[in-house]
């Protein structure tokens, strides 16, 4: 069974360029969500989308930062203009209906900005 | 609103030795449970969890972990210590009214040889 796919794995790019991010959830999973890691800071939930619908992006740091599900299954979260601070490991999770089941990860995009 | 608390950022064991990794969560309503493994440069992988019935649950890898409704715990066990399994491990809790979960800060595992 294919899992969450992310892309890139890996992103480089300079300061103030902008930076989309993609995930393809589990087929059948209604629930998406976007998380950032870093050393400092841990895991950290930006924002997560219940068919396709946004509801809670109260993590999301800055107007800098917006996420889209235009589909059940694509999503993408952008930085624009992207910043230094902004380096992390990025990780899409996808999860079933059902309010018991887990969360499953992808692999994550390590996003660098120099 | 629920919380995860996971004891000790970092925990080290000798192989062969047990493993135990703490969780304790704060929740009005049953909770559903999960321990999650991350190895380097991975996502997270799914170790076990709890829901409903037997409160001692068995996952990969030798992993089991015991819900305490009294203690408000999900301690994460390994009788015996491998290589393999040093890597960060999160605890984390669904309160089953929405998709909204809740990680620990994470537990990062040494084992030494």
């Known amino acids: 069974d294919a899992g969450v796919i992310q892309s890139p794995r890996h992103e480089v790019t300079e300061m103030g360029q902008e930076v989309t991010l993609r995930c393809k959830p589990i087929s059948g999973h209604n629930s998406l969500f976007w998380y950032r890691q870093t050393m400092m800071r841990g895991l950290e939930l930006l924002i997560y989308f219940n068919n396709n619908v946004p509801i809670d992006d109260s993590g999301m740091p800055e107007d800098r930062f917006s996420a889209k599900m235009p589909n059940a299954s694509f999503s993408t979260l952008k930085i624009q203009p992207s910043e230094p601070r902004d380096s992390a490991v990025y990780f899409c999770?996808?999860?079933?209906?059902?309010?018991?089941?887990?969360?499953?990860f992808g692999d994550g995009t390590r996003l660098s900005i120099l | 609103a629920q919380s995860v608390t996971q004891l000790g950022s970092h925990v080290s064991v000798s192989e062969g030795a047990l493993v135990l990794l703490r969780c304790n969560y704060s929740s009005s309503v049953p909770p559903y449970l999960f321990w999650y493994v991350q190895y380097p440069n991975q996502g997270l992988q799914l170790l076990l969890k709890y829901t409903t019935g037997a409160t001692l649950v068995k996952g990969i890898n030798g992993f089991e972990a015991e819900f305490k409704k009294s203690e408000t715990s999900f301690h994460l066990t390994k009788p015996s210590a491998h290589m393999s399994d040093a890597a960060e491990y999160f605890c984390a809790v669904s309160d089953g009214t929405g998709n909204q979960f809740y990680f620990g800060t994470g537990t990062s595992l040494t084992v030494i040889p």
């Open positions: 999770a996808s999860s079933p209906p059902a309010s018991n089941q887990p969360q499953h």
